[in-house]
């Protein structure tokens, strides 16, 4: 008869670990450790009493609207912003531009495809990177942030026309292959010694 008990106890599985049992168990409000005191002046009471007051004195307290002087003011710092926000990529694409070398490669065609690109659609949408920023008080002082959002773009293009430059893409220089120029007469002629 011991040998039946002893033989059904080995066939149980052991008990699970403790880590398993408290995953498995749902989780209830803890009683707080005694490992960790309280900072000094903290009080359980005067904290619940705190946030219950700040939320008593949010709706209270309510935001004092901006005038429209405060609202122009504001619109046309971000328009300053969005003006001036091609400029912080020109030294990342002069950057790209000396890592990717002159030869053509992938990398350099689509460096400077990038280059033309993203200005000139910038200067073709300029009217709705602007449009949220103007009102009737920031209209004059609109064109001067067009302006200038437009001479950071052409800086942009010439950096990319610089780039076919180097890359001796830009038709800058008169080549015989492309018959762009006469025929050159030579100054000397050399004639073999035999013909002599």
Do not use: C, H
């Not at 619109?75 to 070398?101: C, D, F, H, R, S």
Request: charged content about 20%.
């Amino acid at each position: 008869m011991t040998s039946t008990t002893s033989s059904a106890s080995s066939t149980l599985p052991p008990p699970p670990p403790q880590w398993v049992i408290d995953l498995n168990t749902p989780t209830s409000s803890k009683p707080k450790s005694n490992s960790f005191p309280d900072p000094p002046g903290y009080t359980a009471a005067a904290s619940s009493n705190k946030k219950s007051s700040a939320k008593d004195k949010a709706p209270a307290a309510a935001r004092k609207q901006p005038s429209t002087e405060e609202m122009d003011t504001l619109k046309l710092k971000k328009a300053w912003e969005v003006a001036l926000a091609p400029a912080k990529q020109l030294p990342m694409n002069a950057i790209g531009m000396y890592m990717t070398g002159n030869s053509l490669q992938i990398f350099s065609i689509f460096m400077v495809f990038t280059l033309f690109k993203t200005p000139l659609t910038a200067i073709v949408n300029i009217q709705q990177q602007f449009q949220r920023y103007e009102t009737d008080g920031t209209k004059e002082k609109m064109l001067g942030l067009k302006i200038v959002y437009v001479l950071v773009n052409l800086a942009m293009v010439a950096l990319g026309l610089y780039k076919v430059n180097a890359m001796g893409l830009l038709p800058n220089t008169r080549s015989d292959w492309l018959a762009w120029e006469s025929e050159r007469t030579p100054l000397e002629r050399a004639f073999p010694v035999w013909e002599m």
